[in-house]
């Protein structure tokens, strides 16, 4: 069986537009040699995002702010992980944390937040995720580290905006922001099953609850979901068809990064052109393996590609109720970028 990415001749050419509005520095003393180790890495869920993307051979347009000593660190950092940086001056310095990792677990030695972003600082961070997105094959949308970075309503015009001049818009979003985008209109959305419980303002404390909330949330606007569910198999509805995602599961080293490594490779199936059950099995694989590794957004793409083909998609029978409508269109093309 040929990998998923091979079965399209356009995979090492796709490129995507990514906003991530809270960049920050990540700062680790590991203490499980016989030697202390200082690592210094950029973070937060757009660059843990943009990096899976860069190991799965797609080009990333990288849009966020950028300010003070910590800012200039970033950008560098994120050069030598080759992104196109379409960096916007921010007024405030980029946030950071620095961790002690032990043998027995991490803690948190300081941490500083993420500055809101001003009213010029939002508009051009707009402008750059526009323009880049309109040259993309796909544009990509992931969440503030929190909601005092940017108006909410930002992503309801940016969802809007993007998809009336032809984007497929992927996102990954909680709080306001997914509310927000959601009016705008979304092709594919993905969101833990924390986030979607908060979303709705219900626990999920049975399958058909989930599949309800599930239902809502695409009534809403998001024409296909995939919900993560931690170790348990991830859910999906595409449009009006349900699926459970099963692949191999393992001991968990880290047990943070696994929804965006996810949903990364989602996004770089999309771009390469891919169907979705053949994307859901790719960020499947991705979410399984990040779990055994430490650095978030990390693995290799030959080895996400051979465990793909170990994932199930099983059509589960509980009822869905239809109001997107059996008659849509095919998800939309995976270009931006107006036809030449």
């Known amino acids: 069986m040929g ?10 050419h796709a490129h995507v537009a990514l906003l991530a509005p809270s960049p920050i ?11 202390p180790e200082l690592h210094l890495h950029a973070g937060g869920q757009g660059f843990w995002v943009a ?16 300010g003070g000593e910590i800012g200039t660190v970033l950008r560098a950092l994120m050069e030598t992980e080759g992104l196109e ?24 030695v300081g941490e500083t937040r993420s500055p809101s972003l001003a009213r010029h600082e939002a508009d051009a961070l707009y402008a750059a995720m526009v323009s880049a997105a309109l040259q993309a094959s796909l544009a990509i949308l992931t969440g503030p580290r929190s909601e005092e970075v940017i108006d909410p309503d930002f992503y ?27 009016t705008g209109g979304v092709d594919v959305l993905h969101v833990s099953e924390r986030e979607l419980s908060e979303h709705i303002g219900t626990p999920l404390s049975e399958l058909s609850i989930t599949v309800a909330a599930m239902e809502q949330v695409r009534d809403q606007g998001a024409r296909h979901l995939i919900v993560s569910r931690g170790p348990r198999p991830a859910l999906a509805l595409l449009e009006d068809r349900l699926v459970e995602l099963s692949g191999p599961t393992f001991e968990a080293r880290e047990h943070r990064g696994a929804g965006d490594s996810m949903f990364a490779a989602i ?11 053949q994307a859901l099995r790719l960020g499947t694989a991705a979410g399984a393996l990040n779990a055994v590794r430490r650095g ?41 970028a107006p036809d030449t």
């Open 3 to 12: 990998s998923p990415a091979s079965e399209s001749a356009r995979g090492d």
């Open 25 to 35: 520095l990540t700062v680790t003393l590991e203490r499980d040699g016989s030697e």
């Open 51 to 66: 990096r899976m993307l860069r190991n799965l051979g797609i080009g990333v347009a990288f849009c966020a702010p950028f």
């Open 85 to 108: 940086l379409h960096p916007v001056e921010s007024g405030g310095w980029n946030g950071a944390y620095v961790h002690d990792r032990g043998r027995e677990g991490h803690a948190t």
């Open 156 to 182: 309801r015009r940016l969802a809007g905006d993007l998809r009336r001049n032809g984007c497929t818009v992927a996102a990954d979003l909680s709080g306001r922001a997914l509310a927000a985008a959601l």
């Open 267 to 277: 996004a770089a199936s999309l771009a390469w052109g891919l169907s979705l059950d």
């Open 296 to 336: 978030l957004g990390s693995g290799s793409r030959a080895d996400i590609e051979r465990l793909a083909g170990e994932v199930t998609l099983r059509p589960l029978d509980l009822p869905v109720r239809d109001d997107a409508g059996s008659t849509a269109e095919p998800l939309p093309g995976t270009t931006c």
